[in-house]
């Protein structure tokens, strides 16, 4: 079974609006992680923001918030404000703890328009 | 920059041949993950190692192999390899083994075999 969907394969947004990338989740474990990584064209894979399952409240760093609903398993990541530097593949990523590697998504090609 | 480095960035080779992909963690960080990205098969873990042991074992064919040095740096071995081969390899590290802790990705290597 899929742990981590992505159901946007690609997605555009204007220039300074914001953003919403979906990702749903599944486990069975109450303890776990979920990460959002970039992937510009050039390959590397930039870290944005970790989201635990315990914790209270929603993550943010700067510009990137991440928009936890836990009874629906959904982890979405916001981008506010996007510029044309966002334009990149973005993956949303589970870690259980019984599991240590990342499990990803698919991505969602993110294409900001001047 | 992550502080992980992986050498080299690029390697083009023919089918039969063997490969050596090499991985220096962040300093300080006793893990070390191996993940394939393909077109078909998206982002996929092949193998972690902590601390000089392997620790868990994903989708890596019995060609592949790897290991972790007392330095903490560690390399992938790519043998009999196939045109299917032909992959973005990341590695990653992680200061701790099982915390919920984000993991830092190398540049990568983009293997073409032709």
């Known amino acids: 079974a899929q742990k981590i969907t992505q159901t946007q394969p690609g997605m555009f947004v204007q220039e300074k609006e914001a953003v919403t990338l979906d990702c749903t989740y599944d486990t069975s474990d109450p303890s776990y992680g979920l990460f959002w990584y970039k992937q510009p064209s050039s390959g590397e894979m930039i870290f944005l923001i970790y989201q635990g399952s315990y914790d209270q409240q929603n993550a943010t760093e700067g510009r990137y918030s991440l928009n936890f609903q836990k009874a629906r398993k959904s982890a979405n990541l916001v981008i506010s404000a996007s510029q044309l530097g966002d334009s990149a593949m973005y993956f949303c990523a589970m870690r259980e703890p019984s599991r240590t590697p990342l499990v990803f998504g698919k991505g969602t090609r993110l294409s900001v328009i001047a | 920059d992550s502080g992980v480095t992986q050498t080299p960035k690029h390697l083009i080779t023919a089918t039969g041949q063997r490969v050596t992909l090499r991985c220096s963690p962040r300093s300080g960080d006793l893990s070390v993950y191996w993940y394939q990205q393909s077109l078909d098969q998206g982002l996929q873990f092949l193998i972690q190692?902590?601390?000089?042991?392997?620790?868990a074992k994903g989708n890596i064919l019995e060609r592949f192999s790897a290991q972790q040095f007392p330095d903490l740096h560690s390399e992938l071995n790519l043998s009999s390899l196939e045109l299917g081969d032909s992959a973005l390899y990341f590695c990653a590290s992680s200061p701790q083994q099982l915390a919920h802790n984000e993991q830092f990705f190398g540049p990568g290597t983009r293997l073409t075999v032709l």
């Open positions: 190692y902590y601390n000089g042991e392997e620790r």
